[in-house]
């Protein structure tokens, strides 16, 4: 049986973490980037850009993210594309992550007035000119506690990925607690390594909401 002392068992849960958090960001970043493109189409005039957009916000929030990462892990290779744990986390975890900011962000820019189009439309501005100087600055500060607030989820679902066999955290632990058979301390670990991650960003968007809300009522 491998011995491992303390120090071992945090300083491997340490680098998983870091493994964790790296695809955290990556997903988030690549997931907004494409969450943008797609909230362009879904805004679009073009009806089959709408409807093509709408069938990709569907499909990625009403299945599991466990069976897209399968999807993407197994199915690719039957069709002969070699994929690695880590790509098929990435690219799992950017899909489902761009699907939902697309749906938040789409919120977003609906709950502003139907006058603040129409204002702009009377400058003569095209669409662009509108979504630049008008639409996308009042967007995006309401969008902000969503934003960040989803983040805590975007940490959280790479724990997921372990299925797969992508070694963060949760995979880690998992490793760790059938070696020394001590599950309780490891996932315990494992649980304070998230919390530590995730309670700052869930204070954070409750920050930001409630310094929205104070501006909204001094006005």
């Known amino acids: 049986m491998t011995r491992f002392t303390y120090l071992d068992i945090v300083h491997h849960l340490l680098v998983g973490m870091g493994w964790t958090v790296g695809l955290s960001v990556g997903a988030f970043i690549l997931g907004g980037s494409v969450?943008?493109?797609i909230l362009f189409a879904r805004i679009s005039p073009n009806p089959f850009l709408q409807r093509a957009s709408k069938v990709y916000i569907e499909f990625f929030q009403g299945t599991p993210l466990l069976m897209q990462l399968f999807l993407l892990f197994f199915g690719l290779p039957l069709l002969g594309f070699d994929?690695?744990?880590l790509v098929a986390a990435m690219a799992g975890l950017t899909l489902f992550?761009?699907?939902y900011l697309a749906e938040i962000w789409r919120g977003c820019i609906e709950s502003l007035p139907k006058g603040q189009w129409e204002a702009s439309a009377s400058l003569a501005m095209n669409r662009i000119q509108q979504m630049r100087y008008v639409i996308l600055p009042q967007a995006i500060?309401?969008?902000?506690?969503p934003t960040v607030g989803f983040s805590v989820q975007v940490v959280k679902g790479t724990a997921v990925t372990s299925i797969i066999g992508f070694l963060e955290v949760?995979?880690?632990g998992t490793m760790i607690a059938n070696a020394t058979f001590k599950p309780l301390m490891v996932y315990g670990l494992v649980a304070l390594g998230y919390f530590i991650i995730c309670f700052p960003l869930s204070a954070y968007a409750k920050h930001i909401e409630r310094g929205m809300h104070a501006a909204h009522t001094h006005r």
């Not at 500060?141 to 506690?145: A, Q, R, V, Y």
Request: hydrophobic share 35%; glycine share 6%; net charge positive.
């Open 170 to 172: 949760t995979k880690t």
């Open 83 to 85: 994929i690695s744990p």
């Open 97 to 99: 992550t761009s699907a």
């Open 35 to 37: 969450g943008l493109l």
């Open 141 to 145: 500060k309401i969008s902000l506690p």
